[in-house]
Each structure stands twice: as C-alpha cells, then as structure tokens.
C-alpha cells in the first residue's frame, strides 16, 4: 500500500526528526557530562574516604599518644611529688645539719676556752701557809669570804707600802705566773 504524504507534513516530520536528533545529542552530551561528573564525584568520594581512613588512623594515634602523655604526666607528678617530698625532708635535714654545726661551734668554743691554759693561777695564804690554789683573782677572793674572810677587805699593796710579814697576814692572793717556777 502506497502512502501519499504530502511534502508539507513530510517537511514537518523531517524537521521533527532534526529537532530530535537536536535534543538527542544534546542529552547525549549532557548524560556524558553527568557521566563526567559522576566519576569526579566518585574519585572525591574515594579521596575523602582514604583521608578519612588516614583521618582516624591519626585520632587513634593520636588518642594512643595522649594516654601515652597522660601516663608520663601521672608518672611526672609522682616523681614531682616524691621529689618535693624529698626536698622536704633534706631541708628539715639541712636546718637539724646547721643547727647541729651551731650547737658543735657552742661547744667547741666552750671546750677552747675550757682548754685555754691560764698564764697565770693565783695562790690564796692564811696567815702565810698556801690554803688554795685558783684560775682568778675572783675565784680566790670568794673562795676566802666563803670562808669567812671580810669583803671589804681587799686590797692592792702600792709600791710605798711596806710588806708585812706574809704570817700576819689572814687572808692574801698572790699571782703566780705558770711556768716560771723551774
């Protein structure tokens, strides 16, 4: 069967099949476009996964390293405080040390001034005869009013003085210089 189209609707559906072909490529264009972009959108997507892989290996790392660093800082503080407690104690040590020096000085002090050799001693007569022997002029003196010499008494011969008999005497101290008796 033959068909008459006529040349007007022929014209029409030739330019149908134009504007068809039209849009088809351009689909076609936009579709490899899409295509395009969805393999971009699919290599991003892969980046972003790999770094958010790396992203949490590094929070695990990292999340290690901070339990490693909090265990340092606890053994720190525990060494901080087994230090300060030490510090403590060696300067409680220190001050009983320097005290101890100062006590040792005190008692060396006394123990030279005890050791110290007189150059002298002073000999204390009754009534001529040697009754006591002392380190001072005033051990001598109260050792004699202790024994009922008079306080008063005392007296320092001048040169113009004459001597009396040293048996008349009661109570006398005469200075003698150690070492000059040979």
């Known amino acids: ?3 008459l189209v006529r040349s007007s ?16 490529t351009h689909e ?3 579709a490899e476009s ?10 991003l997507l892969e980046e972003e996964r790999t770094a958010a892989c790396d992203m949490g290996e590094n929070l695990l790392l990292s ?3 901070v339990e490693t660093l909090e265990k340092d800082l606890a053994a720190a503080r525990d060494d901080l405080a087994r230090a300060e407690g ?15 020096r100062a006590a040792l000085r005190v008692l060396l002090r006394i123990a030279r001034r005890q050791q110290a050799r007189p150059d002298r001693v002073h000999l204390l007569y009754r009534y001529g005869r040697l009754h006591s022997v002392h380190s001072t002029r005033d051990d001598a003196e109260i050792a ?27 109570w006398r101290i005469q200075p003698m ?5 040979k």
């Open 28 to 30: 076609y264009g936009r």
């Open 34 to 43: 899409l295509l395009v972009d969805v393999e971009n959108a699919q290599a």
């Open 1 to 3: 069967m033959i068909r």
């Open 144 to 170: 004699a009013e202790d024994e009922g010499a008079d306080r008063a008494g005392w007296t320092s011969p001048s040169a113009t003085d004459v001597a009396p008999n040293p048996n008349e005497i009661a």
């Open 177 to 181: 210089a150690l070492g000059s008796v």
């Open 86 to 100: 030490e510090l403590s104690v060696l300067r409680s040590q220190q001050l009983l040390d320097t005290e101890d």
């Open 63 to 65: 999340q290690d390293l």
């Open 9 to 24: 609707t022929l014209r029409e559906m030739n330019a149908q099949t134009v504007e068809m072909h039209n849009r088809a």
